[in-house]
């Protein structure tokens, strides 16, 4: 088990990405992936101006999976003409709670940004796609405070659960928090998830089918600081962390932005030609027109392919040629995230070199 204490988010990213994962298997497809809400403090031209740029700002980093990318002088050039991505817009109202307690009105920009436009400026960057395919996480929190432990619910900690929402959109998360029914409370009691219990809380979890577990504890201090400690579970690895911030929604944020960065440097794929001529993947199953359409189609709405031509049909077995982006082993594990594809069930017996040997189910 690794243990990190205080460490630079370079230093923690370093440290995840050394995690061996294995394939996952609950992918969740993240819906309205390009969509983007921030506040605006009107309605003016020149508020939607600053709003797009701030939009695009966080969907570049969504997309990429790394705050890294906004380094980038082709990124900040294109912030610099953020509407020309634009979709669409629209404007809505809601009550939000000041830091003093007071509730005020704020008005927010929802803007729609057009995929293409944005992958193909990352791209033009060199930077990495990362599909809207994405790992889910399983939170576990348990919070200390005068009143003694308990469990953060949308109930008990509505603040919380709030910054888990908008940290988990904000970059791009599969999250999903516990309902803390009594099921979860008869598996595991709030001491042991005080302790980080890593048993207890992972068959506890199981219900849940998360892919990965991040159990983390958290007790404010007098003077408003929020101390905690986090336990991140991918298969038998575990990562130890811990956080200090000044509110608890910087607390949330320095805890699952690293996550962010890990899982991304493992899918996010980079525009680097996985070989000069593509690679050669073959398809049994392929029983008709409908098969082949739905695989065809499917293969060529993977970020990482650029196009998958058909080089040779022979029975219910294709032969592709695919023109991809990143390294073969990413791809390898794209596939796997989405689960379309099956090992092939029996040998090949052409005369192809194959990268990539599968079936369609």
Not at 72 to 101: C, D, W
Request: aromatic share 8%; with cysteine.
């Amino acid at each position: 088990m690794l243990t990190l204490k205080r460490l630079t988010l370079r230093q923690l990213l370093a440290s995840l990405i050394l995690l061996a994962l294995a394939p996952f298997t609950c992918a969740e497809q993240l819906q309205n992936l390009y969509d983007v809400e921030v506040a605006s403090k009107s309605q003016s031209a020149r508020d939607l101006r600053s709003a797009s740029r701030e939009a695009l700002a966080i969907l570049f980093v969504r997309v990429s999976g790394s705050n890294e990318v906004l380094n980038n002088p082709v990124i900040k050039s294109a912030l610099s003409n953020a509407q020309t991505y634009m979709r669409q817009f629209q404007y809505h109202q809601r009550n939000v709670e000041l830091e003093n307690g007071d509730i005020s009105e704020q008005s927010y920009a929802i803007i729609e940004f057009e995929p293409e436009l944005v992958d193909n400026q990352l791209r033009e960057a060199g930077l990495p796609l990362w599909s809207n395919n994405r790992p889910t996480i399983l939170l576990w929190l348990t919070i200390e405070d005068r009143n003694g432990r308990r469990f953060a619910t949308q109930e008990t900690d509505p603040a919380i659960a709030a910054a888990v929402v908008e940290t988990a959109k904000r970059r791009g998360l599969a999250v999903k928090l516990p309902v803390y029914d009594l099921e979860d409370t008869l598996a595991v009691s709030v001491d042991e998830a005080w302790q980080l219990s890593n048993y207890r809380l992972q068959v506890a979890a199981e219900r849940y089918g998360a892919d990965t577990i991040l159990l983390g504890r958290a007790s404010q201090l007098s003077n408003g600081l929020w101390l905690g400690k986090w336990l991140y579970q991918q298969n038998s690895q575990r990562l130890n962390y811990d956080l200090e911030a000044n509110n608890i929604a910087q607390y949330i944020n320095f805890s699952l932005d690293p996550i962010a960065e890990g899982l991304a440097a493992q899918y996010a794929i980079a525009p680097v030609n996985i070989a000069e001529h593509g690679v050669l993947m073959r398809l049994t199953g392929i029983d008709g027109f409908v098969d082949y359409a739905q695989a065809i189609g499917y293969l060529e709405s993977v970020a990482a392919i650029r196009h998958a031509n058909v080089i040779d049909i022979q029975g219910d077995e294709v032969v592709l040629r695919l023109i991809a982006d990143g390294m073969l082993a990413q791809l390898e594990l794209v596939f796997n995230l989405d689960e379309k594809f099956q090992s092939a069930n029996r040998a090949y017996q052409g005369s192809y070199d194959l990268s990539l040997d599968y079936h369609w189910p």
